[in-house]
């Protein structure tokens, strides 16, 4: 899939890029299912139910999963799908390597994710996240919100999140200037994020909706390990 100047400019000014249709609704349903199922088999290596300060929380009941691809050759495929693979290549300018892939279930109820950076994780640059509605996503359910050009703020601090509304502990601290947008995203559809755009949701404030979503993030193959400032690290929260 060739992207238009447009799409490459939007990117590198904005840190984001909506593709609709990326995957069909066939294939999102398949995801849905694939997933339902293997989260009904029990725990999975990696799984993050968030803090225990919200027992409430049903994301403790439905945790989201973490590099299924190294032993599900199916969620392999997804993540290696060609037109995917051919817009983070066009995005960093560098063959990609799937770094990681993660499973979010937000079920009904569910917390978000206090807004952060993805290099507050992975130290590589450059890094970039494929987010991809499996569910309708818009407010309501805790949608993806990004800061549009934020990737430009350089590496944030870290702060502790608010786990009241946030599964996480640890978010960036966010410029006060800084104005948030929500991105409404139908079943199938791809959002392409820089490792330095702030992103994060908000409580899946529904009773009968999930807003699930595949989610890849990949660097290129000439890409670099940095040393993070003191403070811009989830770790250094941690250990302070
Ligand atoms: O889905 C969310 O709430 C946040 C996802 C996220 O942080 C990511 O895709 O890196």
């Known amino acids: 899939m060739l992207l238009t100047g447009q799409q490459r400019n939007t990117y590198r000014e904005s840190g984001y890029l ?14 849905i299912d694939h997933y339902m199922k293997m989260r009904a088999e029990g725990p999975k290596p990696g799984d993050s139910g968030g803090t225990p300060d919200d027992p409430d929380d049903p994301t403790h009941k439905y945790p989201r999963m973490i590099n299924m691809h190294r032993w599900d050759g199916t969620t392999d495929g997804w993540a290696q799908q060609a037109d995917m693979l051919a817009i983070v290549n066009q995005l960093i300018d560098d063959t990609p390597v799937l770094q990681q892939t993660m499973l979010y ?8 994710q206090g807004l952060h950076q993805d290099q507050q994780y992975i130290t590589t640059e450059p890094l970039i996240g494929v987010w991809i509605a499996l569910d309708e996503s818009d407010k309501a359910v805790g949608q993806m919100t990004v800061i549009p ?17 946030s599964f ?60 993070p400032e003191q403070g811009t690290h989830v770790s250094h929260l941690r250990s302070s």
């Open 105 to 112: 279930f937000k079920p009904p109820g569910g917390r978000g």
């Open 149 to 165: 050009g934020s990737h430009k703020f350089g590496h944030l601090p870290v702060q502790a999140a608010d786990t009241s509304v």
């Open 18 to 31: 909506l593709v609709t249709g990326l995957f069909d609704n066939k294939t999102a349903e398949r995801m």
């Open 168 to 227: 996480t502990p640890v978010q960036s601290v966010i410029p006060a200037e800084a104005s948030k947008e929500g991105i409404n995203m139908k079943p199938g559809d791809a959002l392409f994020f820089d490792g330095k755009t702030l992103h994060g949701s908000y409580r899946n404030t529904t009773k009968d909706r999930w807003r699930r979503s595949f989610i890849c993030h990949y660097i290129g193959e000439h890409a670099v390990n940095f040393e």
